[in-house]
């Protein structure tokens, strides 16, 4: 099992030439796996991981056996904050942003989320927070349901309802939930996050 931390996150590198888009993730992702000559793997990410392991499977093709994904952008526009933080302009977000909403957030009670912060390059996240407003096209839910190998899409509890939870199979795709969770899953119930994706690799 790899756990890659993506570009300008925790202890990976953060060049700051780099663009830091979904689909330059992706390929990161797609360089890695072939300079470990991987001829087949399976592939998790969550939220914007998410749309990351998509635009990386779309790439890798039959390479990639199953794909789980925990409440992944789909869709153009961002979600709660890469819309916050995609509101400033690169420089400005460097210069305060960051930081103000590192501040924030554990005063919202989010420390995980401020933790992970605190480990992440300031432009990259911004760079990050544009491409999941800016979106792809096609989007990464066209590209999700043009996929032929099993998938499955795991929800947090209290991030129901969502529309999601119907549409999804109706393109194939399999839903799973994962109880006594919202969509930072991986600390609300971790176990739960677990269970899921195992069975999701099945």
């Known amino acids: ?8 996150y925790g202890f990976s590198d953060r060049p700051t030439d780099f ?17 470990l000559s991987l001829s087949a793997l399976n592939l998790f990410g969550h939220s914007m991981g998410g749309a990351v392991a998509i635009a990386a499977a779309r790439v890798l093709g039959e390479r990639v056996g199953r794909l789980v994904l925990s409440e992944p952008n789909m869709e153009p526009g961002g979600g709660f904050y890469s819309r916050k933080i995609a509101t400033f302009s690169e420089a400005d977000y460097v ?15 989010d420390d995980i989320w401020a ?12 760079r990050g927070a544009a491409s999941l407003v800016e979106g792809s096209d ?3 839910r066209e590209q999700l349901f043009a996929m032929t ?6 929800f947090g509890e209290r991030s129901l309802p969502d ?21 930072s899953m991986a600390w609300d119930n971790p176990a739960g ?7 999701g690799l099945g």
């Open 163 to 183: 529309a999601d939870t119907e549409r999804l199979p109706a393109g194939g795709v399999n839903i799973a939930i994962v109880e006594n969770a919202g969509h």
């Open 193 to 199: 996050l677990a269970l899921a994706i195992r069975h």
């Open 95 to 109: 210069w305060t942003g960051h930081a103000e909403l590192i501040t924030a957030s554990a005063k919202d009670g």
């Open 19 to 35: 663009a830091y888009t979904v689909e330059d993730h992706a390929q990161t992702i797609v360089a890695l796996a072939d300079h």
């Open 149 to 154: 190998m099993p998938r499955t899409v795991v």
């Open 115 to 126: 933790a992970s912060m605190l480990v992440s390059a300031p432009y990259a996240v911004h």
């Open 1 to 8: 099992m790899l756990l890659v931390d993506l570009l300008g």
């Open 138 to 140: 096609p989007s990464w």
